[in-house]
């Protein structure tokens, strides 16, 4: 019996198999229309069809000429699997890309913690294993200094290739893919952190009166500064306000493991504590990380203090179990309905669509991140008290995007293959669908008045209304923000983010003051700017940040 | 004579060159990593319009007919090795985080080492006499030491797991207090290889002669009396192997912490070869690095000595 069943289940299997193979070779990934147009589709599992002009994909595709025949394409990327994260589009893009250029497209994925150790070790030998790879903007030092990355600007003026442009994007995020001036990265992703808040908690009139009450002032939804924010927070912490579960819930939730992508939480909340806004960029203004004449670290400033001790008191109206937490950890903990804030990417806003993982959709609203009563002058070395703060928006993150290697034996064709999924109707789609990582930021994923796409085409997508209008809202803000968190860029980035991780992690578990913790982090800092090299490291940031004398 | 000599070193060969590839070469170029500066850059040094070909070697043309071409650029990787007049081993001892990794690593040693022997001799003695299911106990007893330490970090992320993990009703901070931390690796590592000291000491106790048992009997009734005269007698230079090899390997502690706790939170549970493993592979400071692992060769290299010393004293 158990044979026959044996038998019977690798029939059906056999079966299933066969018709996968035929239905997957029936598939017609390029379709050349009459009217000048051509269609662009992916397997059925990734419901992605798209028309463009013809002219958009370039001169090199054309019907019944494949420009890249036996050419091989190697992209290392994060995995997250083939309908996962920034490695999903890959996938989707595979057989639309092969059909249209005659190429063979190979994606070797590693974890997202082992990527960069990967990357240099190919870089550093020279073996030339991948023509291109996925990386994050923090990579951009090392690759610029040692020349590993190949400038696409020639690229991108030619006709030949798939057509996109860097002016869809604000300078905030046009600044993650260029280094002085120079284009190297291709348009993909674009990352940023919001707060996201349960706007049905927050809106309650019973909540609204309770709160009032207590702090003597209505509670503002969403919250304008981080001050009100720690208020709320610090108000619904401990109560079983959502009724999901007979437990109490949270305030805020953060993810904050050590080794993760922790300190980027430190980094978005702490901008507006530390940072000196101002019109220009100087010495004084606008600058984050170091002087940006001797590249003495700024990182204990009295502002990066203050907003790391307000951190282990937003921690407090949370679980003290987040100091061990990953993104997946937070964000599901978000989505259980059991914390009224979080502050992340825009792939939370994404997942709470997701009703097999969120209990929450339709009450997910975004807003730009609070800013703080008082900022530090780094000029006048004193506090300034403000009613009013402005917006500082962020690019935390990677904005992970494709770059082409130096030792490619095929940049051509790696460079056709990134840009097809650069152009603007396979961008806005991926903007629009938010499994795929792939976070809006270029004007034609903005609804007016910020850019030019169309609300429904989020609503086919599966988004809430109540949801994709704050989200869509509060990202066009961060990335326009009048002031913008300088982002690290320089050989040794990773080195010098994990030193500052380890400490704000012994700071989030008490085994460090904040002081204590960020001074350690500024000596560390010192130690690896003398190693580098001091001069070497002045120039690149001056550069990476736009500094000029 | 002298054919059968070298058909004798010819048959040496392949074990020699296993030896010199294998563990000879690395060693050296580690070391020779350790004592210098590498830096890569890459230089263009020319360009040159080609043609495009296909797979026979024919110029392919564009969609309009005109030949297509392309620019290559010859680009050339330059590498230098700087003397470093042993920077990456004084380095090694200013570096704080090499300091609380190594006091780390000694505190999960001592602390697991010891607990494992102590709980694998009491466990061995009490298995070592007739109980029902004794068989089925031992097997179930010993699985920890076949599970892979990847896998177990990941299992023990869930079991301390502290919102809705099953020991959630303990209320501690399993993974996010620094000192329930370091306890959390620790019984992690004593839950897998206290069976490892079990099974060795189970199997010495059988191996000790009954009448040697009986004769210590006869002069005493009391089990520590039994214990001190006969059992830890036969049982120390087991004991001492046990304890060298858990040693040696507890030293190497990694898996455990990537999965479990990435040497957090802050670096509480950051093991020495951990940090060796972020420098050179997840910072790309293999200099450093080598530096780091020849640093803990040297002080493996003492404890071995100082455990075989003791073991031939034993034995003398």
Same mark, same amino acid.
């Given at each position: 019996m158990s044979v026959r069943m044996a038998a019977g289940a690798a029939a059906l299997f056999a079966t299933t198999a066969l018709c996968g193979v035929a239905f997957a070779q029936g598939v017609e990934y390029v379709t050349w229309n009459d009217d000048g147009t051509v269609t662009l589709r992916a397997d059925p599992e990734y419901k992605f069809e798209i028309t463009v002009p013809r002219e958009r994909l370039g001169t090199?595709?054309?019907?019944?000429?494949?420009?890249?025949?036996g050419e091989t394409v190697t992209v290392l990327t994060l995995d997250?699997?083939?309908?996962?994260?920034?490695?999903g589009p890959l996938h989707m893009f595979r057989p639309i890309w092969e059909e249209l250029s005659g190429g063979t497209l190979e994606i070797a994925l590693t974890p997202i913690t082992d990527l960069y150790a990967k990357m240099m070790l190919d870089l550093n030998q020279g073996t030339?294993?991948?023509?291109a790879i996925i990386v994050g903007a923090f990579f951009y030092g090392d690759l610029v200094a040692n020349g590993y990355m190949i400038p696409i600007d020639d690229y991108m003026a030619s006709d030949e290739y798939p057509q996109w442009s860097?002016?869809?994007?604000?300078d905030s995020l046009r600044n993650l893919y260029t280094w002085g001036g120079v284009g190297y990265g291709v348009l993909n992703d674009a990352d940023g952190q919001v707060l996201y808040y349960r706007s049905d908690v927050l809106n309650d009139p019973e909540h609204q009166a309770g709160f009032e009450a207590e702090y003597g002032y209505p509670m503002p939804v969403?919250? /304008?500064t981080w001050q009100q924010l720690l208020d709320i927070a610090t108000y619904f912490?401990?109560?079983?306000?959502?009724?999901?579960?007979d437990e109490p819930d949270s305030g805020m939730v953060l993810h904050?493991?050590?080794?993760?992508?922790?300190h980027y939480h430190f980094q978005s909340l702490s901008a507006s504590f530390a940072m000196t806004p101002g019109p220009e960029l100087d010495?004084?203004?606008?600058?984050?990380?170091?002087?940006?004449?001797?590249?003495?670290?700024?990182?204990? &400033?009295p502002g990066h203090v203050a907003a790391l001790e307000f951190l282990q008191q937003l921690h407090a109206?949370?679980?003290?179990a987040q100091v061990g937490w990953s993104l997946g950890e937070a964000w599901d903990y978000f989505l259980r309905g059991k914390s009224v804030f979080v502050f992340s990417w825009g792939d939370v806003g994404a997942l709470c669509q997701d009703e097999s993982r969120s209990v929450i959709r339709g009450n997910c609203a975004a807003a730009v991140l609070p800013s703080s009563e008082r900022y530090w002058d780094h000029e006048n070395k004193t506090w300034i008290e403000t009613d009013e703060p402005g917006f500082v928006g962020n690019t935390t993150g990677g904005s992970w995007h494709g770059i082409i290697s130096?030792? &490619?034996?095929a940049p051509e064709a790696t460079y056709s293959f990134l840009s097809l999924m650069a152009i603007e109707e396979s961008s806005a789609w991926l903007g629009t669908?938010?499994?795929?990582?792939?976070?809006p930021g270029y004007s034609y994923q903005f609804v007016p008045p910020y850019g030019t796409a169309d609300l429904q085409a989020y609503l086919d997508a599966g988004w809430h209304e109540n949801d994709i209008t704050t989200y869509l809202e509060a990202y066009a803000q961060n990335y326009n923000a009048p002031t913008i968190l300088t982002?690290? /860029?320089?050989?040794?980035a990773p080195e010098y983010w994990d030193i500052m991780d380890k400490n704000l992690s012994a700071a989030m578990s008490g085994e460090k003051t904040a002081q204590e913790a960020l001074d350690d982090t500024a000596a560390a800092w010192e130690e690896i700017t003398d190693r580098l090299g001091r001069e070497q490291q002045l120039e690149a940031y001056q550069t990476a940040i736009g500094y000029k004398h | 004579m002298r054919w059968s000599g070298k058909v004798g070193s010819l048959f040496l060969l392949p074990a020699v060159i296993w030896v010199l590839v294998f563990t000879i070469f690395p060693l050296g170029y580690s070391l020779y990593l350790s004592l210098h500066n590498v830096t890569s850059k890459v230089e263009v040094v020319g360009r040159e319009e080609v043609p495009v070909l296909d797979a026979d070697g024919n110029p392919v043309l564009k969609p309009n007919g005109e030949p297509r071409t392309r620019t290559e650029v010859i680009r050339e990787l330059n590498r230098t090795f700087t003397w470093n007049d042993f920077a990456n081993y004084g380095r090694a001892f200013r570096d704080g985080q090499v300091r609380d990794a190594a006091v780390f690593t000694g505190i999960f040693v001592v602390a697991g080492v010891v607990i494992e022997i102590v709980l694998g001799l009491v466990l061995a003695y009490l298995f070592n006499r007739p109980i029902i299911g004794r068989g089925l106990m031992r097997s179930i007893m010993i699985?920890?030491?076949?599970?892979t330490p990847i896998a177990i970090g990941y299992l023990f992320f869930t079991v301390f797991y502290?919102?809705?993990?099953?020991?959630?009703?303990?209320?501690?901070p399993w993974l996010s207090d620094p000192t329930m931390a370091k306890i959390s690796v620790i019984l992690v590592d004593i839950w897998q290889w206290t069976p490892f000291c079990f099974l060795v000491f189970l199997a010495a106790l059988q191996g000790i002669p009954d009448e040697q048992i009986e004769s210590a009997r006869l002069d005493s009734n009391s089990n520590w009396d039994l214990w001190k005269t006969v059992i830890l007698p036969a049982l120390k230079p087991i004991i001492i192997i046990v304890g060298l090899l858990r040693l040696a390997e507890a030293l190497k502690l990694f898996d455990i912490i990537a999965t479990l706790?990435?040497?957090?939170?802050?670096?509480?549970?950051?093991s020495y070869t951990y940090y060796a493993y972020t420098a050179g592979f997840?910072?790309?400071?293999y200099g450093y690095a080598s530096a780091l692992a020849f640093l803990l060769l040297i002080v493996v290299m003492v404890i071995v000595t100082f455990f075989f010393r003791f073991l031939r004293r034993t034995y003398e």
């Open positions: 090199l595709f054309a019907p019944d000429y494949k420009p890249f025949e997250s699997g083939p309908m996962g994260g920034i490695s030339g294993l991948y023509d860097y002016d869809v994007m604000p969403p919250p /304008r912490n401990g109560k079983n306000w959502d009724h999901h579960d904050l493991k050590v080794g993760e992508q922790g010495r004084y203004h606008n600058v984050y990380w170091f002087d940006p004449e001797d590249m003495t670290p700024l990182i204990n &400033s109206t949370g679980p003290a130096a030792f &490619s034996d669908y938010g499994w795929n990582g792939v976070d982002y690290l /860029r320089i050989q040794g | 699985l920890p030491i076949f599970a502290e919102e809705g993990g099953p020991l959630q009703w303990t209320g501690l706790t990435k040497g957090g939170p802050g670096t509480a549970t950051q997840k910072l790309q400071d």
